[in-house]
């Protein structure tokens, strides 16, 4: 994604109360954009040092991600946070994507946390629930982390900037009760099956040596939705709704690759 820099000042707003959640599947789209955009939206906030950064905002048009940009504050962490959620007691599981904006000025890190309050004070609070994840790559990742039993019930999302002008962004957020999709902290690797969307989103196009044996495809709720082989290094998702879908992959020595994509 291009890193746009910022021209405008971060417009603090208070915290407003929302009802508890018990899941989550956000992809920003109904976000408004930009540095000044009134926040809290759609029941998230964010928690920075007021300043010349780090800043948290929206950005995007046909895809919207929330960027996080250390601007002259390298080394200042900021925080995502989600909308309050029903204290967590273990059964729920957390799935998103995150990668370096294109253009960034250097690397950072990307930790994940539960908090007490949705706001800077907040933060004292954060515990960590995942590893801390090195940002140094344009290319998407994708993890699912098990959220721990807590009283603590905002999940906070951590950025720090190694360098003046880093950047990220974090899309597609998924809360809900874990399944046999869950894979424990772990990002995609680069020997993994690769595919990608066809550009009119009517099927799965796969880029591999050998052909996989088998695909399974499960909605962010854990039903499994379609099942199958590959025709032609395709397969078939024109029947499904718009949504994030999870895909297990079999390959014909019996390894499994999880991955996940997004229908429009």
């Known amino acids: 994604m291009k890193l746009k820099l910022l021209l405008g000042t971060l417009m603090f707003t208070a915290f407003t109360a929302h009802a508890q959640v018990a899941t989550i599947n956000e992809n920003f789209e109904s976000f408004t954009t930009g540095t000044s955009a009134a926040w809290p939206q759609n029941g998230w906030s964010k928690a920075a040092p007021p300043g010349a950064g780090p800043f948290v905002y929206a950005e995007g048009t046909t895809d919207k991600v929330i960027q996080f940009y250390s601007l002259m504050a390298p080394n200042t962490a900021a925080y995502l946070i989600t909308p309050q959620i029903i204290a967590p007691d273990g059964t729920k599981s957390l799935t998103f994507t995150y990668a370096m904006s294109a253009g960034s000025g250097g690397t950072g890190t990307l930790q994940v946390g539960l908090i007490s309050t949705a706001n800077t004070a907040g933060t004292a609070a954060f515990t960590s629930i995942s590893q801390v994840y090195e940002l140094n790559s344009t290319t998407e990742q994708t993890v699912t982390i098990t959220v721990p039993a807590s009283a603590n019930q905002y999940i906070a999302f951590k950025f720090i900037g190694a360098a003046q002008h880093t950047a990220l962004y974090v899309d597609d957020v998924i809360y809900n009760a874990s399944s046999s999709l869950a894979v424990s902290d772990t990002k995609k690797s680069e020997d993994q099956i690769k ?70």
Do not use: C, M, W
Request: hydrophobic share 35%; proline share 1%.
């Open 195 to 264: 595919f990608a969307l066809t550009a009119d989103h009517t099927a799965l196009q796969f880029v591999s040596k050998t052909e996989p044996r088998k695909i399974q495809i499960y909605s962010a709720t854990g039903t499994k939705v379609a099942e199958g082989k590959l025709k032609n290094q395709r397969f078939d998702v024109q029947t499904l709704q718009t949504g994030v879908y999870f895909v297990i992959i079999e390959g014909n020595e019996g390894k499994i690759t999880k991955s996940k994509f997004i229908k429009k």
